[in-house]
């Protein structure tokens, strides 16, 4: 059943031999929201540009904070460069610098590896899901959730990509398209978040959600209610 809703959802985003042609994403992004705020960083994703490798977590921000620095990323490395590509700072492992102290401020290299890491899942799912190493099985809807919804739990305990947590869910609307995301992100705390993805647009016969609003998610599944914790607002996205 679970292959159903995955294979549905693959479909609807633009299909699995359309998706295996692509060699890179790059898009105008805007980040907002509380989070950048409470560590420090407000408007360090004011007006960037985000390029991935959709096949292999690899990611590059260029107009990162008021510097216009460019950021590298992949599992287990972070670089922070000049405009001109000068090196500032470069991090092994930097998901292991991060404070135990949820509300304690980030450095560069922590807010570079949070939003090159969760940027990647975003813009590659669902062809995440089918990754191997990734346990997918569908489940109840969110109580409270549109009907219509179907909701699945994947589990990465043995993905070697780097992501939020271990199980994550995803919920997919009438049309198979990704309207909802939930996690407890680790680097945080393990807050319940929720991400609602919105404001489709099809790029080269595939499509993507241009806006996403990430929300605190109770006990219940409830989300949507207090602040607004990361904004993101695409602009054209380029498949290449």
């Not at 590659?124 to 489940?139: D, K, M, N, V, Y």
């Not at 919105?198 to 006990?219: C, D, H, K, Q, W």
Request: aromatic fraction near 12%; avoid cysteine.
């Amino acid at each position: 059943m679970t292959a159903t809703v995955i294979d549905d959802a693959v479909n609807a985003h633009g299909g699995r031999d359309r998706w295996l042609a692509v060699t890179s994403l790059s898009a105008p992004v805007s980040m907002g929201g509380s989070l950048w705020s409470g560590k420090g960083h407000d408007g360090v994703f004011a007006d960037a540009t985000v390029l991935i490798d959709p096949h292999r977590q690899h990611v590059e921000f260029s107009g990162f904070g008021p510097r216009r620095l460019r950021t590298w990323f992949e599992p287990g490395l972070v670089i922070v460069r000049t405009e001109d590509g000068v090196e500032l700072d470069r991090r092994r492992d930097p998901r292991a610098s991060f404070p135990q102290d949820a509300a304690a401020e980030w450095d560069d290299i922590q807010v570079a590896y949070f939003a090159s890491y969760a940027i990647w899942n975003y813009l590659t799912l669902p062809f995440l899901l089918t990754s191997p190493g990734i346990q997918t099985a569908e489940i109840e809807p969110w109580p409270g959730a549109d009907s219509s919804w179907r909701r699945v739990s994947a589990d990465f305990a043995e993905a070697t990509d780097e992501t939020h947590n271990r199980l994550q869910y995803y919920s997919f609307d009438s049309d198979s398209l990704l309207v909802r995301h939930d996690y407890d992100a680790d680097v945080l705390g393990g807050v319940p978040a929720s991400n609602q993805a919105m404001a489709y647009g099809e790029f080269s016969g595939l499509l993507f959600p241009t806006r996403r609003r990430v929300t605190a998610r109770s006990a219940d599944g409830t989300a949507g209610f207090g602040p607004i914790l990361v904004s993101i607002d695409f602009g054209e996205i380029t498949v290449s």
